[in-house]
Nanobody, 114 residues
Framework: VQLQASGGGLVQPGGSLRLSCAAS????????VAWYRQAPGKQRELVAI???????NYANAVKGRFTISRDIAKNTVYLQMNNLKPEDSAVYFC?????????WGQGTLVTVSS
């Protein structure tokens, strides 16, 4: 299983980014996939999760601003991030869960700064 996260970068407050997580060796439509983030000196936290039953949950801090979605044909999951704030700055990771196993991508850095 390999997960390739991309789409991070430097953006001004109020701006938008779309992160992508492309998978090989596993299908998103049969497994839960989630985005996490980790800021310097802080614990990794859940941002959004898209479960195999298609239910979705978001962290309170990103509700109304972030949207998780998936493209089954491309076997890719996205995180659309709008109205970004400096406190959204972090390394973002995608994770897919199959049974009792978690598979992580390598992370993509998001920096929100003027």
């Amino acid at each position: 299983v390999q997960l390739q996260a991309s789409g991070g970068g430097l953006v001004q407050p109020g701006g938008s980014l779309r992160l992508s997580c492309a998978a090989s060796g596993i299908r998103f439509n049969y497994n839960a996939v989630a985005w996490y983030r980790q800021a310097p000196g802080k614990q990794r936290e859940l941002v959004a999760i898209f479960r195999s039953d298609r239910s979705i949950n978001y962290a309170n801090a990103v509700k109304g601003r972030f949207t998780i979605s998936r493209d089954i044909a491309k076997n890719t999951v996205y995180l659309q991030m709008n109205n970004l704030k400096p406190e959204d700055s972090a390394v973002y990771f995608c994770k897919v869960t199959r049974g009792s196993y978690d598979f992580w991508g390598q992370g993509t850095l998001v920096t929100v700064s003027s």
